[in-house]
């Protein structure tokens, strides 16, 4: 009997044929294919993958049961009743499992003369986005895991080449792969859940990249970003990371210029802001500001000075702007804040002198500068 996903195509390419059907999706790799992937089961490098398997495992949040149904079955049987489901060989397959929607999947393909990649990623970066570096909370020992996160978080990406590849380019293939997912977090803002930093990936990215092996056919050496074939990568991944991070987590590029967007690694929530407001303003213009939250929130000056203010913050944090000059430019950033919401810079000095900053508290300076800015939009003496 014809297993059921083969009747779901999704994508016809050259070397494979992608299928989605309910919570999987299934590349189909046309003749042998040398496959650098993070399956365990598949254990690395192989020449003997011939489909590529990304699966929703469980729900993002809360979904205890399934996650000891898989600990209980352990790594190797869990991939094989993944094959089993699908019919397929689990030797040969290499499985990527997440709590990502399948139906928000991306695909992505980026062609140079008879070159093309294809990308098709999944994600999700609410639980457990990381900055590489970031405290860690997961020790393994021969016993185990002595942690697990409370919610969870994954981008899988499948990379399909439609040449061969050298071993030593598919795995610099992999870094420009990494470097592309990195870039589309740092193009949308996304913070760490475990630091102040940008978030580079989540804790349980999983990839798999491929390329055909035919014979005496011509071998790439370099899948380097100087390289096109790196920029192909780089390109496709990239955007096809955006395009899955939208669909899942609602990260519409343009709406990530929210202040609560760009503050969040700093502790910042609806909660918090307004608790801040509270402190600083009077009932009537509270209750104004609260009634047209959206519009200072999103407001596109405003947003670009506080992303200004973080930038710079994040200069003194890595040791590039001097502590001692820290009080400074973070007065500087602030005034530009409220004189951004208040829709006068042209009064920026005022703001300025008006405005006192902490250099070891910096979430206060934006808090009062945003108070500031508010009161005096509507101050006639402003």
Known sequence: MTPQWKASKWIGAPTFTAFRFGRFLVARLDGPHRVLTTSPCVHGLSENVSHIVNHQSCEAVGHKSRYEEISRLGREAYHREVCRSLSLEPDATAVMGTAANMMYAAHEAASFGGLRVDAIVTGGVDGNATSSGDPADWVEAPEGWNKLPPVAGTINTIV????????????????????????????????????????????????????????????????????????????????????????????????????????????????????????????????????????????????????????????????VLPPSLAGDVFRQQAASIASALAAQTDRWYAFWQRLEVDPVRPLDAVYDAIALGWTMKWTSAG
Do not use: C
């Not at 390329?211 to 780089?234: C, D, F, I, W």
């Not at 009537?284 to 609260?290: E, F, G, N, P, S």
């Open 160 to 319: 399909i080449v439609s040449h061969p590849l050298a071993p030593d380019a598919l795995v610099r293939a992999l870094m420009t792969v990494t470097e592309g997912k990195t870039g589309a977090l740092l193009d949308l803002g996304v913070s760490s859940r475990q630091s102040q930093n940008l978030a580079t990936g989540t804790g349980t990215d999983q990839v798999s990249i491929a390329a055909p092996v035919r014979g005496e056919e011509y071998q790439y050496t370099s899948a380097s970003p100087h390289s096109k074939l790196g920029e192909l990568l780089g390109l496709s991944v990239r955007n096809a990371t955006k395009r899955a991070l939208q669909w899942e987590n609602g990260l519409e590029p343009s709406l990530t210029r929210g202040l609560l967007h760009s503050l969040r690694r700093f502790g910042v929530s609806e909660i918090s802001f307004l608790e801040a407001m509270n402190a600083r303003l009077d009932a009537d213009a509270l209750k104004l500001l609260r009634e047209n939250q959206n519009g200072v929130l999103y407001d596109p000056q405003v947003a670009a000075a506080v992303y200004a203010f973080v930038a710079v913050w994040d200069r003194v944090r890595a040791g």
